[in-house]
Structure formats: C-alpha cells, structure tokens
C-alpha cells in the first residue's frame, strides 16, 4: 500500500483474509488511494467480513469454493446481507473494470432465490460448508444464445474460439501490482463454471437481471466467479428475483495470457436427449387437467417453454414433429386457443388436420364423442379436443391410444391456459412467489380460472375473487386450495396491492336466456388503473367483452396480448413433451 502511494499506481490486493487488512484497504480508499481487493468466498463465512461488505470490491472463487458460491451468495441476499446488484458489481461488474476485461454478448446464468439447495447435488462438500443451510440454484446457462447448462446438466460439448492476445494497452490499464499471484487450475476452452460445477440443482423463473461476461482465460489465476448485470426493463416491471448470472473467470493477465470464448453455433434446440429424452410426466400422456401435474413437472414445462422462446426468436421453427399429425378437434368457437395449438404444432415441423365444424361432421348424426375420437385418432398423432361437455376430455382419453390433450371441456378446467398464464407471470414478474393474484369476473363459469387457481396453489400466493356473489369461485374449487384466498365484490377492495389483476368475461352464452349478463359486468379503466401498482400486470385468456377498456391497451401493464405469444411458446413445448421430442 505504501508503495502504491508513492508511486500512484493502481493496486489490487487479492485474497484479502483478516478484516484488520481489510478495514486498512478501506482507510487507504479513504485517502483517496487507487486500491481494490477481493475477498475470498470461504472468508465469508467469518461474519465479521459482512460488517465491512462496502469495502469490499469483489469475490473470489478457488476450486473448493465453486460449486457452493452462487447458492452461498444467494442465501446472503435471503438473509438480507447483500442485494442482488451487490452480487452483480462484486462478480462482474468490478472484476471487469478493474482488470480491463472484454465483454461478451447473450451469455448469461438463471438462478432462483426461492429454490431449496440441495447438498446431495454436491459429489464432495467442503468441510467448511457442511453445517449451513442454503437456498438459490443454478437454472441455466446460456452461452452465445444457446443453453449450454440446464437443470444440473452440461448441454452440449465445448467449442472455444475466437482467441486473441492481450495488447499492450489492455495490459498498461490492469493493476501493475500484484500482492498475492496464485495459479489456479485451467477452466478448459468452455468458459466460466459450467464445465466445472457437477451439480447444483436449479429451478426456473423469477426476475432476470442479465449482462454479458468477459472471454475466459485459457488458463486462469486467481479466478473470479460469474457476475451479474442489470436488465434494462419498463417502468412498469418490478425487479425479479431470478438473476441472469453472466460468467466469467478472470485474473491478473500477464501479457501473453490468452482469452478463449466460444464459437457462435447455429441455433438449436438445446434440451438434449440426456436431459429430456427420459420419460417425464407428460410423455405419451393425456392433458386432462391441472392438478394432474406437480411443481417439478411445471419447472420441466417451463424451462422448455423458455427454450421455446429463444428458438423462436432466432430461428423461427424447428423439425422435431416432422411426419407427426395433430388433430384440433373443436366442438365450440375458438380462436387463440386452436390457432396456438396449430401454429405451435407447425413451428415444430409437424402437420395438422382440423375439425371444427360440428354441423358439417358426423356428430350432426348423432355420433357419440367417443366414436368420434377413435375415427380421429386413426388420422393424428396427438388430438386437441374442445368440447362444451365437463369431463368429455376424460371420456375422450378413456377410448384413445394417442394422446389427448384438454382445450377446455365446458365450465370444467382449461389447464393448458393455466399454464401459459403461469408462464406468463414469470417473463413478465420474474416470480411466481410471494405475488397477490386477483381473480376477477365470471368465476363460476370459467373453466381458465378454475385450472389456473388449482395451479397457483402449488406457489406461495394469495389469491383474492373479484364477482358478483351469483358468479363466485365454486367451493368445489376453493375447498381444494391450500394457500390464502378471500371474497370480494369491489376491485377497489384490492386493487391497491394486486400484483396480478387476471380478468375474465362474463360467459352469457352460459347463462338461461332470461338473465342478463350485463348486471355482473366489472371494468378496468385507466381511472382504476390510477390506484393501481405500477408492475402489476393484467392478464385475460381472451375474447373480451366490456371488462377491460381499449384504452388499457396502451398501458405497458396490459399483457393479455404479450400473453397469447407466451402460449403459443408452451404449447409448442408442452406438445414436444407430450411427443418426447423435447429436444
């Protein structure tokens, strides 16, 4: 440190183990001196680091500490002791600046904060970490666009590229002193932690914060661990509390280092067949309904859903499906449910055949839905069948040998909808958890709400029903739900704490023809809107009538439409799965 401020030239003290060396570190920044330093993730352990956090500049990463420092630094910010931009200055931000490191684009890790740890997932614990209780995984990792790491396992094979020497001006801007120089191992040509973590057990979803990671060092010192960035999002969204962890390992470079980063590769379907070529619950299996379903089989959903998402943005289509014929049998209007299912269908290579015109097909004879169902699936593959009946879905999968997946069965269940509109909930919040969801209109009639609170009961939310006593959510639904739910009959009563306003219409044509619809109509209108929180979202499963106002449209919380798009997104993964062709 004395040397440094007489010569005034930059410093980087790494390794920093005692809080006395700190607290003089941070007495010279004082000064005005130009020190940085790092800290050890093991060091953390030692609370007394935690009270002198601020000084801190960045976290270290040795080989033992790997495969527990993201969940060890996730649990910190659980535990209120760092935030989540903490995180992203001290892992990336900072190392990045003060080593003068080049950037890379679209590459990045999903974490979840509220996903247990799970210590089995780790071959060989260190002793010093044994006894804590940890929370936050490891998602997934994308490189150059593609996943290159989900679910615990290593997607595809290294592919490092691109390498180039560190000039003299990179090397002339990184610290000029080095207190303790210590060679750690080589991460290998794949960068970042991918390679080298056998484990941690992730999750999906929850608020993305992303950036993109320096190149790695072909053979890295004192390697630093991924970092985070900031995600530029809407005035509109909140915050989420599932990071985009970009990676990096960096060190002081000598001249002469070399940086190594991957090759871009074509875009492709990144779930591999080691991954999901096993069978899950969906596999060559009927859709019937929600609770059929439990919260590992939605993870799986959405993290091919999301793997969906990126293939349609940057190739448009997939072959997976390719000699594969879907049946769309539908025997009431649709719109948006029957065009997804065929549009997503289509993007995965397959064909389809429809039947939607009940009085141009033999059931205007008298030919029972079963019947009906056995003709079809001589045709298809897979059938998509919509019908006004409750449980004619279940009637239909008791004669079929193909799968049969539940358009909507009358005022029954709608469980593909629930689905989209939980994925929905995590690209546009970030989290499922901890979010207050108001269910407003017609809730005895509408089979979308019926699937989608079942759902929710598989989160930590609260749920609140906004209707007209004649129109409340049956009991037979409510009996079943395990988390807070209240009735009310004024959006006033609750609009101030929504987070998620899903609206529904007032199904007239389920009414007798005397009653009229009208009477138990809501609205939401910019002037409620006024009174609402600024990143809740509107949700509906469309088509609506007069609840929503057009007006709303233009409000960047609107996301009934953005809606449609995420389902056409998990329908083409719920259909890959379904098919076991999820790859």
Request: proline share 6%; net charge neutral.
């Amino acid at each position: 440190l004395l040397m440094a401020n007489l010569t005034d030239r930059p410093i980087h003290v790494t390794n920093v183990r005692t809080t006395e060396d700190l607290k003089l570190i941070i007495l010279s920044k004082h000064k005005g001196m130009q020190v940085t330093c790092d800290v050890r993730i093991s060091s953390m352990l030692n609370e007394r680091f935690w009270e002198y956090i601020e000084g801190i500049d960045c976290f270290s990463v040795d080989e033992s500490d790997a495969p527990v420092a993201i969940p060890f630094l996730l649990t910190a910010v659980s535990q209120n002791k760092l935030a989540l931009p903490d995180i992203a200055d001290k892992l990336y931000h900072a190392p990045r600046k003060i080593f003068s490191l080049p950037e890379q684009g679209d590459s990045y890790v999903e974490v979840e904060l509220n996903r247990p740890w799970r210590r089995q997932d780790i071959e060989a614990l260190p002793e010093k970490f044994q006894n804590l209780k940890m929370s936050g995984t490891i998602h997934r990792v994308t490189v150059n666009g593609s996943t290159a790491y989900l679910d615990g396992t290593v997607v595809g094979e290294p592919n490092g590229s691109y390498i180039f020497d560190l000039n003299r001006e990179q090397a002339a801007l990184a610290p000029s002193v080095v207190l303790e120089h210590r060679r750690g191992s080589g991460v290998g040509q794949y960068p970042g932690l991918v390679s080298e973590w056998k484990s941690p057990s992730l999750s999906t979803s929850s608020p993305k914060y992303q950036a993109p990671y320096p190149p790695v060092l072909g053979e890295s010192p004192a390697a630093f661990s991924p970092g985070l960035a900031p995600f530029t999002r809407t005035p509109f969204q909140q915050q989420k509390d599932e990071v985009t962890v970009p990676q990096m390992s960096v060190g002081q470079a000598q001249l002469g280092d070399s940086f190594t980063s991957p090759r871009p590769r074509n875009l492709q379907l990144s779930l591999t067949q080691s991954l999901y070529s096993q069978r899950t619950a969906f596999t060559n299996q009927h859709v019937l309904s929600a609770h059929h379903f439990n919260r590992q089989d939605l993870h799986i959903l959405m993290g091919v859903a999301s793997e969906m998402k990126t293939l349609v943005e940057k190739q448009g289509s997939t072959n997976v499906l390719q000699g594969k014929v879907l049946c769309t049998a539908f025997f009431e209007p649709s719109t948006r449910t029957r065009l997804s299912f065929e549009a997503a269908w289509t993007r995965l290579g397959g064909s389809v055949t429809s039947s939607v015109d009940v009085a141009s097909s033999s059931t205007a004879k008298g030919e029972t839905l079963e019947d009906t169902v056995q003709t079809l699936m001589q045709y298809s593959d897979c059938i998509v069948l919509r019908h006004p009946s409750p449980g004619s879905a279940k009637r239909a999968a008791k004669v079929a040998k193909v799968p049969i997946i539940n358009g909507g069965d009358g005022v029954g269940e709608h469980p593909t909808q629930a689905f989209l509109d939980v994925f929905t909930i995590r690209e546009e919040l970030g989290t499922v958890n901890g979010l207050n969801v108001t269910l407003m209109g017609d809730l005895k009639n509408g089979r979308t709400v019926h699937s989608l609170a079942r759902l929710l009961d598989m989160y930590d939310v609260k749920l609140f029903y906004v209707s007209s006593p004649e129109l409340a959510m049956p009991d037979s639904i409510k009996s079943q739900i395990g988390n807070p739910q209240s009735q009310h009959t004024s959006l006033d009563e609750v609009i101030g704490f929504t987070d998620v306003l899903y609206c529904t219409r007032i199904q007239s044509e389920r009414f007798k023809a005397a009653e009229s619809a009208s009477q138990y109509q809501y609205k939401v209108d910019l002037a409620l809107l006024q009174r609402a929180k600024n990143n809740m979202i509107i949700l509906h499963p469309l088509p609506r009538n007069k609840e929503i106002d057009e007006e709303v449209d233009f409000d960047p919380r609107a996301a009934y439409f953005r809606q449609m798009r995420y389902g056409m997104m998990v329908r083409m993964a719920l259909l890959a799965l379904v098919m076991g062709k999820a790859w």
